[in-house]
Structures are given as C-alpha cells and as structure tokens.
Nanobody
Framework: VQLQAFGGGLVQAGGSLRLSCAASGRSFSGYIMGWFRQAPGKEREFVAA???????YYSDSVKGRFTISRDNAKNTVYLQMNSLKPEDTAVYYC?????????????????WGQGTLVTVSS
C-alpha cells in the first residue's frame, strides 16, 4: 500500500490541526494504520494507531488531545490534534501494517508515508 500524508503546518500552542493520510493500492480496510512522529534530534515515536475494526491506541503523551479515525470508503486515516503544545512539533508519518506484535512497534509497519511537518509555536 502506498501512503501520502498531508495537513501539517504552523499553529499556535493550544490550536488544532487535522492530518490526513491517503492510501492507495491493496485493500485499505485490512490494514492497521498508525501515526508516528519524529522531532529534531529525537527518535521516531508512536503517536496513535487504529485497527481495521476501529479499535484505537494512543501514546500517553497525546491521549485525550489527539484522535485517530479512519474512513475505509475513502481509504483515508486521520489524526485530529487538539490542544497542541510546542513539544508536539515534529514530522508526522502515517504507516500501515497487516499484523502488529505490540502496539506502537514501528518495526511492524512495512509501509510509510513521506511525512508532514507540524510546527507548534509558543
């Protein structure tokens, strides 16, 4: 599956953004979709994931502020980000996998989008 993420930009602290990730190729509905992010000088970290049936998982750092969702008819996964903080500044990547050994395990995700930059100013 090929992935393309978009929707990043510059936003003030406390603001909101919605990222989208469009998938093409094989059946989208069978994939577990995830969002990861990588801040400058830091390792890539898990943000959120959603199963084919709609079960959702979040990192503690975004729980309660971010919401992951998917529209299988549109082959798209979304990440609604509210109450953004400067520490949320990062390149955000969407990813896809058909199997997941552990929530948030980046190595399980075989398909990755190109990333979209989110910058939160204080």
């Amino acid at each position: 599956v090929q992935l393309q993420a978009f929707g990043g930009g510059l936003v003030q602290a406390g603001g909101s953004l919605r990222l989208s990730c469009a998938a093409s190729g094989r059946s989208f509905s069978g994939y577990i979709m995830g969002w990861f992010r990588q801040a400058p000088g830091k390792e890539r970290e898990f943000v959120a994931a959603i199963s084919w049936s709609g079960n959702t998982y979040y990192s503690d750092s975004v729980k309660g502020r971010f919401t992951i969702s998917r529209d299988n008819a549109k082959n798209t996964v979304y990440l609604q980000m509210n109450s953004l903080k400067p520490e949320d500044t990062a390149v955000y990547y969407c990813a896809a996998t058909t199997t997941l050994s552990a929530v948030g395990r980046a190595a399980d995700f075989g398909s990755w989008g190109q990333g979209t930059l989110v910058t939160v100013s204080s």
